[in-house]
Structures are given as structure tokens and as C-alpha cells.
């Protein structure tokens, strides 16, 4: 699946749509690619979400395979980077139902009012910015919530901060992803 979502050609014009660096879902190390998307896949498969919210859009990728596999789902996605309005224009151009809201989320999710039933935290990893994303969704009881980079110290010490005291959510991992579910 993974060759297949890089071979076609919306995923080349939104590498090329937004120059930075940042790591992104299907880029980089094929192996950790495979089973972050392995994950994401299998999870949104379960949740069968109508409306995602996803911090930290970049080049879009996120907002890509949902669209592959979730043609019908509209996507709420957040940036500082003004350069992602670019990415989310052409999956708009590609028929996906998508909000690009810039600014840092602690400031732009934290005001946010909506529903949704499925969140792919991805943005900010330092400066609590995980932790208030995370507790975003929580806030509109988002049923599934991912959290990207668990390999990322602070993200896990975000996560781990959350989880100590009751919250309504259970959490598992797959690979560097924690996977909190609305008990
Ligand atoms: C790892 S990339 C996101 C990858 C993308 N979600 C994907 O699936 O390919 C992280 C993004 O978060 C953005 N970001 C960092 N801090 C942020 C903040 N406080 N608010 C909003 N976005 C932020 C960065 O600009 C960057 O584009």
C-alpha cells in the first residue's frame, strides 16, 4: 500500500507544494512508513470517521491517505506553516472536504468548536503543544485519538501526564503511535 499511495501523482505534487523539513506519514524510512500507515490505516478502517481533525497538516500526507481510503470523510487540519495552505489546496482540488486553519494550535484548537470523530495529533512536539492538542480532542470527546512520534521524549512524557489521572480514554501503542480510545 504503501508504493502504491507514493506512485501516484498527487503524492508528488505535495511533496513538492511545501518546502519543509519536517517529518511527514509517508516519507522517509520505509519500515517506519509502512507501519505508522499500517496503523492509521487499520485504525480508520474501525472508526469509519466522518469529520478528522488533524494538527500539524505539513504536506499533507495524512490528509492524502484519508482521502485514498476515506474518500467521504472531511478533514479539519492545522499548521503554523503557511506554506500547508498549499498542500490542503490541492487535496481540495482533489475532491477532499478540507479545512486548513494556520496558527499554533494552542491558540487555534483550544478556540476550535466542533465535532469529530477521529484526531491524528501530529503537530507541535515540544512546548506542550502535544499535551494541549491532545487534551483538545478530549475536550470535544473525539472518540479515537492518535498520537504521533511516542519516540519523541517529550510527547511521551505529554502522553504519560494525561494517562495518570482518569480521563475516559484508554491507551495502547502500536510502534510510536498511542492509540486513545473513549472507554
Ligand atoms: C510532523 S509534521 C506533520 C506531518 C503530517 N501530519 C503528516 O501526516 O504527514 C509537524 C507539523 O506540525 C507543525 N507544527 C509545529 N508546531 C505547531 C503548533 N504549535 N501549531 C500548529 N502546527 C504546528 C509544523 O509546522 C509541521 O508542519
Redesign the pocket.
Known sequence: MLAKLRDLPLYSALIAS?R?S??????GDDERAALRLGTIIRMLDIAKPSSVI????????????LHALHPGASLC?????PE?ANAADLLREAGLNITFTL???????SAWQGTADFA?I??????G?CA??IRNAMRLSVPVILA??MDIDEVRRDVADIMTTPNGYRMEMEGAIAILTRI
Open positions: 511545501v519543509s519536517e517529518g511527514n506519514t509517508l516519507e488533524e494538527t500539524g497538516t505539513n504536506k499533507g500526507l495524512f490528509g492524502f491517505i487540519t492545522f499548521d503554523t506553516d500547508s496558527g499554533d494550535t494552542r491558540n487555534t484548537f491524528w501530529d503537530g507541535g512536539h515540544w512546548g503543544v494541549s492538542d504521533d512520534d
